[in-house]
């Protein structure tokens, strides 16, 4: 007799913490048109490019991405929808984006140059996070991934758990 067992790990989304909005303030060099208008677009690219059914490291990168949206802009109804639909396991819609994957991207890697060159450490902590999701979005996109490659030579890695928290596994004492 044999006996066949099925050992299948369910992915889940893990929503990303988000008690106070890092970026939406009026001390980062971004209107709140703009981080508002980012926001849709990081959330419009998330649910166009990760499928129901999506494996663990897209839906890590769905967390790291909408959390992003979240904190450029807390009440913006699409990551907020995305948010909810992926924490629930919901289908989702297409969203029509405002900008291209390759025009977000450059918009980030552009947006994040600027807010280097005004200096400020929420600005430049900003900046990490933006040429970070613009190599995500577009990884053929070679100025976001050299600009990407000096933040890190020159600032530091980008710190995803201080801005989304820390996953449950990784909660584990060791």
Known sequence: MICEESFSVE????EPEVKEA???KDTVNLLKVDRDKLASSVAAYVVNSIEGGADGI???AARRLLGFALHLSPRNRDA???NYQFKKG???KKIEPEYSPVTLAEV????ATFLIKNGGDLNVALAGYMLSV???VDS???TAIYELEMYRKDIGEIDWSSLIGERLKDKVPK
């Not at 980030?108 to 947006?111: P, V, Y």
């Open 11 to 14: 992915t889940k989304y893990t």
């Open 22 to 24: 890092r970026f939406d």
């Open 58 to 60: 897209a839906l890590d």
């Open 80 to 82: 907020v929808i995305a």
């Open 90 to 92: 919901l289908p989702r």
């Open 108 to 111: 980030l890697q552009s947006r």
């Open 134 to 136: 613009a190599v995500q």
């Open 140 to 142: 053929t996109n070679e």
